[in-house]
């Protein structure tokens, strides 16, 4: 599975949020897609998921836009959004058994697995329960839970960390870890740089809604060489510089 993001000029209005975005996510890879507050991630993760149109430029999951097919296009992606969308009037089985709708499912193959990710993030007795009046991390699991059963070969994940237990983030780590050894892609926007920086295989630092650098740390570390050894220096670096161009 690739994403390709290709010279991407977006955003809400008029004023584009994003400058000319490109950069792609190969089989079997963890990409980060780091920036501040503001710089453009959600803005970039919206036109991917096709929330949002491209003003310019075009982004293609293994080579094929929205555009040329829109059913094709979304059950490729799992998203899971940093803020869990759900539906007030529905359980947890029924939001699981939409999901299962929504993404063509094998019913019996589908419940298997959401058994065993509900077991994983102890949400297997809530299952006539609302999760609309669920914990925040409990809905983020929800989400979790919602997006591995469908095993789309591109997980999209919008700011994971911040409202999950360590058991939980470890958790989240090893499913994301699983689906690359099938082959999956997987874009995840974080603030949480050493987590980042231990997991993803290789990072998108934007800014401003222009991708100022990327590569692998070893790459980014040549590319700033007096930044620092971490990502979290190397990212300080970036912005600081680019505040006092
Ligand atoms: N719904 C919206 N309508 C208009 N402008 C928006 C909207 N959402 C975001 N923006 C603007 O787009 C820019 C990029 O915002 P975006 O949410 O993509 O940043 P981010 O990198 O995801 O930030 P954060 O780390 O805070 O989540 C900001 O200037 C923001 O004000």
Known sequence: MTLQVTKVVGGYSQIPVLKEVTFDVQDGELVGLIGLNGAGKSTTINHIIGLLTPFKGEIKINGVTLNEDKNAYKKQIAYIPETPI??????????????????SLDHDKAWKKANHLLNIFRLDNKLDWFPANFSKGMKQKVMIVCAFITEAPLFIIDEPFLGLDPLAVHDL???????????????????????????????VLLHDGTVKTEGTLPELRKALPDAGESLDDIYMSMTRADQHE
């Open 173 to 203: 780590l090893n499913l994301i870890d699983e689906q690359k050894a099938k082959g999956a892609s997987v874009l995840m926007s974080t603030h949480v740089l050493d987590t980042a920086e231990k997991y993803c295989d290789r990072f």
């Open 86 to 103: 759900l539906y007030q009037e529905l359980t947890l089985k029924e939001h699981l058994e939409m999901t299962m709708m929504a993404y």
